[in-house]
């Protein structure tokens, strides 16, 4: 079978141009840097949850693409948070969240956001978690710090 001679050279050609575009990309725009966490309960919460976040940081974009999955909660999430700069087992500083996690607010919640050059740092560094609010729990349910991966 002889395929038609003009398909198969622009097909040829495409695949070219997306090589060239990829090859051409910075190379800041295809790196990413894998993040996760293991949610678990605070302020006195319930012991029976469960959950996790795994998130791909782009450094040249300032983007965070998350995945966050839980199970056993004592209600509907209200509020999520990234909440930092502060080490593990403590509470950040007393002030407004650093970035909105925005809903609908069910499991699995799947999105991006944006990150400051401050949070980026914090992120790096191991200072920053996820904090599930629910109404039972208003300071928070449960929480992830955001550890990098390999």
């Given at each position: 079978m002889t395929l038609p001679r003009k398909p198969v050279l622009s097909l040829v050609l495409a695949a070219g141009l997306?090589?060239?575009g990829?090859?051409?990309?910075?190379?800041?725009?295809?790196?990413?840097?894998?993040?996760?966490g293991t949610l678990a309960p605070?302020?006195?919460?319930p012991a029976h949850m469960q959950g996790k976040v795994m998130a791909l940081y782009y450094p040249g974009a300032h983007v965070l693409r998350y995945t966050v999955t839980w199970d056993g909660?004592?209600?509907?999430?209200?509020?999520?948070?990234?909440h930092g700069p502060a080490l593990p087992g403590k509470d950040a500083?007393?002030?407004p969240a650093m970035v909105t996690v925005h809903g609908p607010y069910?499991?699995?919640l799947s999105g991006s956001l944006m990150l400051s050059s401050e949070t980026?740092?914090?992120?790096?560094?191991?200072?920053v978690y996820l904090n599930l609010h629910t109404k039972a729990y208003p300071g928070g349910e449960a929480r992830a710090w955001l550890g990098k991966s390999e």
């Open positions: 997306l090589g060239a990829v090859a051409a990309a910075p190379a800041h725009a295809q790196r990413s840097m894998l993040f996760s605070e302020h006195g919460a909660l004592t209600g509907p999430v209200t509020m999520a948070h990234l500083p007393d002030a069910k499991s699995p980026e740092r914090d992120l790096q560094d191991g200072r």
